[in-house]
Structure formats: C-alpha cells, structure tokens
C-alpha cells in the first residue's frame, strides 16, 4: 500500500510540474504551488532555440609586453569547442546584468593573465567583445569592419 | 466504464511490471554517449576545469561556507581524480555494473565539472539529461544486457521485470519537449519568419554545408515555408510518435530532423541524448523480442 501511495505521489508530483511547465510554455499562465526550480526545470527543458543574431559575436584577448607593445592572443586555447558553443559562452549567459558579467570579465581576464604569464612575461591584459557582419562568403569575410568593445582589463 | 476501473486501467499503465530492455538500451546508448562527452574534455582539464586554471565557479558565491568549498575548483591532482571518477562511472553505467552507484557518480561528478567550467552555459539538453539519469538511479535498468546480469544469472541476456513508471517518464518527456518546443515556437516573434533560420546558418552554429546552402540563394519565402514546416512538425511529432501506425514514419522523421540539425548547426546533443529516447514509446514486450547481437540463452525471469 506504501508502495502505491509512493508511486501516485511522484506520477501526481510530475505530471503537475509538467503541467506548470507546459502552460507557461503554451499560455504564459503560472500554476501556483510549483517550486519554483521544478518548475524552471520543466519550461525550460522545453526551451527551443529562441535567439539569433545577425552580427558575429566573439571575444578577442590583447596582452602587454615588457616593451609596452600590445598584441593578439588565440581565443582558442580558452574556448576550444564548437563556434557556436564558444558565441554563447563569450557572453557569459549565465550571468544576469551587465554588472555581474562585468565583474565576472574582470575576473576572467585575471585568471587569464595568470594562465599567460605561466609562459610569457605579459603585464597587462584586455578582454574585447567583437562584432561584424555575418556573410555566405566565410565567416571572416566582412571582419574588416568589426567593432570592438572592451569588457575587462587586468590587472 | 466506472472511476475505479479507470483509475485501476491509470494505475496499471504506470506501475505494470514490464521487460526492462529499452531502457537498458537508454541505459547503454546515454552512458556511452556521456563517457564519450567526457573524454573528449581531456586535455583540457588543467586549464578548464581545475584550480591552476580559469574557471568560474557558478554556485560558489551562492551557496554559505563551509560547504562553497565543495563548489570551487579543485587542484589539479584532485580534478582527475574526479574525472577518472566520471569515466568510470559512465563507462559503468553502460555496461550495467553498480549501476545506481555508478549514475550517482556521474550526476555528482558531472554537476561539479559543469558549475565550474568556464562560463556555464545550461542548454535544454542538460536538463533533459540530468532528468534521464535522475529516472534510470531509479528504474533497474540493469536487469538486462548488463555486466548485473552476466554474474548474477550468467547471461547478458537474462532479464527481470521492472516497474514501468521509469519508462512511462521517459516517455512523456520526450512528447512533452517536443510538445512545449512546437508550441512555444508558435508565439515567438522570432519564429514569424525565416530570418531565424536564415542567419543561424550563416551564425558560427552553422557548418561548411549550411553555408554552401545559404550560397544558393534561395529567396526568404524558402526560408519562411522550412520554418513553418517545422512548425508544424514539432507540433505533430509528439502524437506521431505515439500513435502506432504512424509511429515507425514519425521515428525515420524525428531522427532525419535532428541529423539535420547536426549537418547544418553542428548541434548534436538532442540527436545522440534525446532521440535514443524513442525506443521508450516502444511497447517494452516488443523491444523484448529484438535480436540483440550477444548470445542468446533462453530468456528467464
């Protein structure tokens, strides 16, 4: 009998948060009674694929030297998955506000210039976010006429 | 038909014992897939996922000392320790040995990596997935075609009955995402018209070949119809996969869409952790009697 009332209580249990999950989904209309990270977990594990861009978005790493001079570093070594993965990733999605990403930049190019200086004597480092026009030519075809924007600098 | 028969008919859908071989086949495929996964963060555990490197933990700021400690990243010695834990937690679960301790492990261990790696990035199939290992810890998916199985009754193939609550989860799950994907699609307003579609393409999702596609250039009316047909598609994929006779059309369907994805958006997740999903929309009896490639004793219960 245990066994039963169990089993009803977690059929009930899911089918509710379900419930919460497909009607804000469908009719933006909260069940009440739902916790909110059940429900969270149910809307957006029904999330689609709901932003895209019409700009390329990237991040680009400049260093100092010694002798004062700034140059490139490869994005790679610190995103070295999928483009696509990377593109979301540079934005700090996670992260709610531009305040908290800043913080959380700033933090990033920290621990950046820390990995770099493992190797090379850097003294400063920059965190840019980049943009450009998409094109069917590549994707590199219009980064010419990126803008760039900084987002941290460490130390 | 009275309430109680209804209710018993409810009942006896969810909890009837059933043979667990799909979803010792979910078993199998995910592990494998998430051993995989795993591995292929290797070489980047010192710089990704440990202390000497750059992480940012994501719940470490939330959560009061002294616990926050579990949250940060560990040196590096520790950080392969609980990635060779990982490993072999999913290599484990795949092939059905300690298999409850085996997915804790992984859930543990692959939350832990997850909150610490660089920028956490939580996607719908994350979700899906912690959901599929939280019902398979529970669901005596090894009770076939497991390494359990082989020392216990001596055969891979040796099988005893389950509760069929774990399947009839999976099962809803995948309606209900594709369900509450279709239908959220229908008020975005970025999925009015093909623009979406468009310029995902040209977007670093897209691969050479989507590009080669874009190239052709096909007028936006194209573009508007393909996005109205998926539309509908995720729409009317959760009730085609359910319903029998059309059920074997809508698989071939729902796993072209998806190796579509791949090709054309070098998204792969939703092809190798959600689809393996439909053989829970099988009748359990059915995938029972599949020929599967190891030698076949007699069944036993």
Redesign the interface.
């Known amino acids: 009998m245990l066994r039963?009332i169990l089993?009803?209580t977690?059929?009930a249990g899911?089918l509710l948060v379900?419930l919460a999950?497909?009607s804000f989904?469908?009719l933006r209309i909260r069940i009440p009674f739902v916790p909110d990270p059940l429900f969270r977990?149910?809307?957006?594990?029904?999330?689609?694929?709901?932003?895209?861009?019409?700009n390329?978005?990237?991040i680009a790493i400049r260093a100092k030297k010694p002798d004062g001079t700034w140059g490139d570093i490869s994005v790679e070594?610190?995103?070295?998955f999928?483009?696509?993965?990377?593109?979301?990733?540079?934005q700090?999605?996670?992260f709610r506000g531009d305040e908290a990403k800043l913080v959380?930049y700033r933090?990033?190019a920290g621990?950046?210039l820390r990995?770099e200086q493992r190797i090379h004597p850097y003294t400063a480092l920059e965190l840019f976010a980049v943009t450009w026009p998409?094109?069917?030519?590549?994707?590199d075809w219009l980064k010419p006429f990126s803008t760039s924007t900084p987002l941290a600098t460490a130390p | 038909m009275t309430l109680r028969s209804a209710f018993a008919g409810w009942?006896h859908w969810?909890?009837e014992p059933i043979p667990p071989h799909a979803l010792a086949i979910v078993r199998i495929v995910t592990g494998a897939a998430i051993f995989l996964w795993a591995a292929s963060h290797a070489?980047?555990l010192r710089?990704?996922f440990s202390a000497d490197?750059?992480?940012?933990p994501?719940y470490a700021d939330r959560v009061a000392p002294p616990w926050n400690s579990l949250l940060m990243p560990a040196p590096f010695w520790g950080t392969v320790a609980l990635f060779v834990a990982l490993l072999a937690g999913a290599a484990c679960m795949a092939i059905g040995w300690h298999m409850r301790l085996s997915i804790a492990t992984v859930i543990v261990s692959g939350l832990y990596f997850w909150q610490i790696y660089?920028?956490?990035?939580?996607a719908?199939f994350h979700?899906?997935l912690i959901?599929v290992l939280i019902v398979l810890l529970c669901s005596g998916a090894d009770r076939t075609l497991s390494l359990r199985m082989k020392s216990e009754r001596g055969s891979w193939t040796a099988w005893e009955p389950v509760?069929a609550?774990p399947q009839r989860?999976l099962m809803?799950?995948v309606c209900?995402?594709y369900?509450?994907?279709?239908?959220?699609?229908l008020?975005?307003t970025?999925?009015k018209t093909g623009?979406?579609l468009a310029?995902?393409l040209?977007?670093?999702?897209?691969t050479p070949l989507a590009?080669s596609f874009?190239?052709l250039?096909l007028p936006m009316a194209f573009y508007d119809a393909v996005v109205r047909s998926v539309l509908f598609f995720e729409f009317v994929l959760p009730f085609g996969l359910v319903w029998r006779p059309t059920q074997k059309w809508f698989f071939v369907l729902g796993i072209t869409f998806h190796v579509l994805v791949l090709l054309l958006?070098?998204?792969w997740s939703f092809l190798v952790f959600l689809v393996p999903l439909y053989i829970t929309l099988l009748p359990p009896e059915e995938v029972r009697k599949w020929r599967f490639p190891l030698r076949q004793p007699p069944d036993r219960q």
């Open positions: 039963r089993l009803q977690v059929i899911y379900s999950g497909i989904s469908v977990w149910s809307y957006e594990s029904m999330s689609p694929w709901q932003r895209f861009a019409k390329n978005q990237d070594k610190y995103f070295p999928r483009r696509g993965q990377r593109m979301v990733m540079v700090l999605a996670s959380q933090r990033l621990l950046m990995e998409l094109s069917p030519e590549s994707r | 009942e969810w909890t070489p980047h710089l990704l490197g750059v992480t940012i994501f660089l920028h956490v990035f939580p719908t979700r899906l959901f509760c609550l989860l809803v799950q209900l995402t369900l509450g994907s279709g239908w959220q699609k008020g975005l970025d999925w623009e979406i310029y995902s040209l977007s670093d999702w897209g590009r874009v190239r250039n958006l070098s998204i």
